[in-house]
């Protein structure tokens, strides 16, 4: 058993006692207490604002700041707050007012509507025969000083101009020619005899509405006479607006990435996927006010 002084007994008994009035108070005086914790509300939340502030502050600058380490801050930005560090996207044009309010108009009517099985897309895109991989697919475990070389893509190689039709019933003649114009690519697509009867494959397509991007082979006036002979309906579609054309946002993006390693299972998938994720951007689009969506 522990030793205690004489004189430490002596006072302890005085207390219990109530002898001594300086020292009748028995509980936990308050006192500063316990350091608040680095993953506390206080220290995550100013860490958040500092990020708030400052879309590119260092995380060193910010266990300066708020006094906590930096292994804590990396867990708060990226475990707690769920931050991670994105690349800005490239968009074709900064959009003005008008062309906002033009999207968000189209969107919201397109919304109201029950058309996406009569949808039928089309659009061409250049594919070279050379693909190098991109950086961050080369990535590899390797020292500093020896990294692997890749070959740049060069761009005296041959491509071709790839060209799809696509719908959510199936899909249309593709492949790969050089630079043909636009309105010999639809007359091709629906004069075309398929394993079914020429009667029915018209009838189905009469009844699709063609829905491709405004360049200027699309909207040029060979283009639009051969929409009128067919009497083809076309669904409106914003300038600048790739995020809202199936072709740009889902099929050639898709093609471009199994070129260089990834692929889908069969084209019913990528289909189906494609003109799903239609009505889902268009609800994007208008709940943005007809800004950009996010990929």
């Not at 636009?182 to 009469?206: G, H, M, W």
Request: proline content about 4%.
């Amino acid at each position: 058993m522990a030793k205690c002084a004489d004189c430490a007994v002596r006072k302890w008994v005085r207390i219990f006692k109530g002898e001594d009035p300086r020292e009748t108070i028995l509980r936990d005086r308050k006192r500063c207490g316990r350091l608040l914790s680095a993953s506390g509300t206080a220290h995550r939340e100013k860490v958040d604002w500092m990020i708030r502030a400052n879309r590119r502050v260092k995380q060193k600058e910010s266990a300066d700041e708020v006094g906590i380490s930096k292994e804590r801050v990396h867990r708060n930005v990226t475990t707690v707050l769920d931050y991670r560090k994105v690349s800005a996207r490239w968009v074709p044009t900064q959009l003005t007012v008008e062309m906002k309010a033009q999207r968000e108009d189209m969107c919201t009517r397109c919304r109201r509507r029950t058309f996406l099985q009569r949808i039928l897309t089309r659009d061409e895109s250049w594919v070279h025969h050379h693909n190098p991989e991109c950086k961050a697919q080369s990535i590899e475990y390797r020292h500093k000083t020896s990294p692997s070389k890749e070959v740049q893509g060069c761009c005296l190689c041959k491509k071709g101009l790839v060209h799809r039709f696509l719908g959510h019933g199936g899909n249309g003649p593709h492949g790969i020619s050089g630079a043909r114009a636009n309105c010999e690519l639809i007359a091709i697509y629906f004069n075309t005899p398929s394993s079914q009867t020429q009667t029915r494959r018209v009838r189905r397509d009469k009844d699709s509405i063609l829905q491709h991007g405004n360049a200027r082979p699309h909207t040029s006036r060979q283009t639009q006479e051969a929409l009128r002979q067919l009497e083809l309906t076309t669904l409106p579609h914003p300038a600048y607006s790739p995020d809202l054309a199936p072709s740009d946002y889902h099929l050639f993006s898709q093609l471009k990435k199994y070129l260089k390693g990834h692929h889908y299972d069969n084209d019913e998938e990528v289909i189906a996927d494609g003109v799903r994720q239609l009505s889902k951007r268009w609800r994007l689009c208008a709940d943005r006010d007809g800004d950009y969506v996010e990929k």
